[in-house]
């Protein structure tokens, strides 16, 4: 099908503990207003950011192309944000809070990080929230989608470059249902992005008048056999599937969806995690076809995408994926904001990342909306052969 060039048309409007921290931040000494002033030094000075990505468990291919994204930005910019010298301090968030929660509370206690960027898992920044929140930090979350960060626990600390979990599988739902004659079979991995990915597709296919034909969440990072749950899917008679899942468990399910046979009798949807960059590569074959939903593609046909995919793969020697759009736009929105606060107080940057304005994206020109994501556009995505290997094809703009 057709090219889509990203910036078309304007962007479909989104649907839109005290005491732990103030004893752990007396403890690293950093009680009273000097914490205000951690990570900025003087004005001018460097700046020291926190990078909390995956580098160990099922998301860490995830975090590799995070680490890359905001790496290129820094490569592109003489390794200055707001002017400043950045200095980053990386942290393995793992595969949830039990690893991400310390890690991200050592960079601002013990590191001194004026800021923190990254975060995949929804598990882990559920649980962060109230941290940042309480040490008047900015978080930037470059990934996890969890619904209630952007709902009833918006904080002035936390902003997100990336998406809601609910409204990339909202975006999907009425297409669906104009695409499938019959009923549909949920699957996903069985935590809060899970959940809110396929309750946010759910909703809107209802909606639409579709018709769900089963359901199942599957253990969260270990699940490796998925052949019984493909045989209830079978089972159930449905005309097509919607399934949550990302990094190493996406490539496991797609191939075995293939190997099964499913995929040539039962379409195959999903947010566009379930088919993107390193994931997609290793699929191969097994994925061609398969439909998603995702606010970018390296097929997106803009002069800034082409431009930015260039750079990214003449560095990293791999496409770029979603993962490393989200990291370079945090980092764009961190650049933007340094510039224009006082400060890099806590206070002063998170007050300053609510002004940056729009964001010159890969994905499509972006801003903050109210509730702190960004505004944006989704695009219907089909796996297809094209440019020398298999891509995410862009079939439409999803309304
Ligand atoms: C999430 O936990 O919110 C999450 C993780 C991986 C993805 C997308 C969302 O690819």
């Known amino acids: 099908m057709g090219a889509l060039s990203a910036n078309s048309r304007p962007p479909r409007l989104r649907r839109a503990g005290i005491g732990l921290v103030a004893v752990a931040l007396a403890l690293a000494g950093c009680g009273g207003s000097s914490l205000d002033q951690s990570g900025g030094g003087e004005s001018g000075g460097p700046v020291k950011i926190g990078l909390l990505v995956p580098l160990s468990g099922v998301y860490a291919p995830l975090g590799e192309d995070m680490r890359a994204g905001f790496q290129l930005y820094l490569d592109q910019h003489g390794g200055k944000l707001g002017g400043r010298q950045a200095e980053v301090v990386t942290a393995d968030e793992g595969e949830g809070p039990q690893t991400g929660v310390p890690a991200a509370q050592k960079l601002v206690t013990q590191d001194q990080v004026a800021a923190v960027v990254g975060v995949v898992n929804s598990a882990t920044a559920l649980g ?176 800034r995408n082409k431009e930015f995919s260039a750079a990214y793969t003449a560095k990293v020697k791999k496409p770029p994926t979603v993962y490393s759009v989200q990291a370079y736009d945090s980092a764009a929105v961190l650049d933007k904001a340094l510039a224009a606060a006082p400060g890099a107080s806590g206070p002063e940057l998170a007050k300053a990342i609510g002004g940056v304005g729009a964001i010159d994206s890969p994905r499509g020109s972006w801003s903050f909306g109210a509730d702190h994501d960004p505004e944006q556009t989704y695009y219907l995505r089909e796996v297809r052969s094209g440019g020398g290997g298999i891509v995410n094809g862009v079939v439409r703009e999803l309304d």
Do not use: C, M
């Not at 929140?133 to 979350?141: A, F, G, H, N, Y």
């Not at 695409?179 to 069985?190: K, P, S, W």
């Not at 992005?193 to 008048?209: D, P």
């Not at 061609?288 to 997106?300: A, N, R």
């Open 128 to 303: 962060l929230r109230d941290f940042f929140d309480e040490s008047k930090r900015p978080l930037v979350v470059a990934n996890a989608g969890a619904n209630e960060l952007a709902g009833a626990r918006r904080s002035d600390y936390l902003w997100r470059t990336s998406f809601t979990n609910g409204d990339v599988g909202e975006a999907l739902g009425p297409a669906v249902k104009d695409d499938v004659d019959g009923e549909v079979y949920l699957i996903a991995a069985d935590y809060a992005a899970g959940k809110e990915s396929t309750g946010g597709f759910r909703k809107s296919f209802e909606a639409a008048g579709g018709k769900i034909a089963g359901s199942e969440f599957t253990p969260f990072g270990k699940t490796q056999d998925f052949q019984p749950y493909l045989s209830a899917i079978r089972d159930s008679g449905a005309d097509a599937v919607y399934a949550f899942y990302a990094g190493a468990e996406a490539v496991n399910f797609v191939k075995q969806y293939k190997e099964f046979g499913l995929a040539d009798e039962v379409q195959l949807y999903g947010p566009g995690f379930l088919t993107e960059g390193g994931v997609l590569a290793a699929q191969g074959q097994a994925a061609l076809g398969v439909q998603t939903s995702l606010h970018y593609s390296t097929e997106l046909d803009s002069p």
